[in-house]
């Protein structure tokens, strides 16, 4: 993989990860509420469940490259359209919400479901990706394992995975020194902004709930799903020519 290859992919996944999707939500709502020096458990937690579903992604892209590649080429084409339905939503969808108001959403629902625990030695659990906050202090092995199930309770981020990572990778060369490289980016921009929403949470969703701002980035982010969902399927075109 060339560097500049791997500057293109940083950069989008960089601006991707900067949409408060649930992991970014998870960072901001235990920032706010148990504070930065617990919530890295919390980080810790969600790296991990990342980790397993790319490891998932990887190994099953490399068992079809070698074992079969015209199911790769199928992969690549049903990814793209994958992707540009994502592009479009995320268009259509950006000026939805706020950071603060999905927040609140948040810790109403939670409420309602966990109410009837409160006083009991019982420790609530999320009931699905968004379901975050809790109003108890929950011990630092239950923070690390609300990250890990709210990761791993996004089976969309293996088909994510699957449809936006072979636009980076070249399945003539040996595949795992580009899958570290690629694993290593994807780290470091989630990472970046885990740390940001925890840290600064309710600057950050006071900034981009100011005007438009929280929809152009949602918008820039489509943009970039239907740029690489091209590029996948000029890919494809292009093998059905050779």
């Known amino acids: 993989m060339s560097w500049h290859l791997f500057a293109v992919f940083f950069a989008s996944t960089f601006l991707i990860s900067a949409t408060p999707g649930p992991n970014m ?3 901001f709502q235990y920032g ?3 504070g930065v020096k617990r919530t890295l458990w919390t980080l810790a937690g969600l790296s991990l469940g ?3 579903l790319l490891l998932s992604t990887l190994l099953g892209l ?3 490259s070698r074992q079969s590649p015209w199911l790769l080429t199928i992969i690549k084409a049903v990814g793209a359209a994958y992707l540009v339905y ?3 939503s995320s268009w259509r969808d950006a000026g939805d919400g706020s950071l603060m108001s999905d927040a609140k959403e948040l810790s109403a629902e939670v409420e309602a479901d966990y109410g009837a625990f409160e006083g009991q030695a019982i420790t609530p659990q999320p009931r699905s990706l968004s379901s975050a906050a809790v109003k108890t202090s929950p011990s630092n092995l239950t923070l690390f394992r609300t990250g890990v199930w709210v ?7 293996i088909l994510f995975f699957a449809a936006f990572f072979p636009k980076f990778i070249n399945f ?3 595949l795992w020194p580009q899958y570290i490289l690629l694993t290593i980016g994807l780290f470091m921009s989630e990472t970046i902004w885990q740390i940001v929403y925890t840290l600064g949470g309710k600057k950050l969703a006071s900034w981009l709930d100011v005007g438009n701002r929280l929809a152009w980035l949602n918008r820039g982010c489509g943009i970039i799903f239907i740029i690489i969902a091209a590029a996948l399927f ?3 075109i292009n093998s059905f020519m050779l």
Not at 151 to 157: D, E, H, I, R, V
């Open 32 to 34: 706010m509420n148990y």
């Open 50 to 52: 990342l980790f397993i």
């Open 172 to 174: 003539s060369v040996p």
């Open 86 to 88: 994502l592009g479009i």
């Open 62 to 64: 490399d068992v079809i």
């Open 25 to 27: 939500l998870l960072a």
């Open 234 to 236: 000029a890919e494809v």
């Open 151 to 157: 990761s791993l309770s996004n089976p969309k981020a």
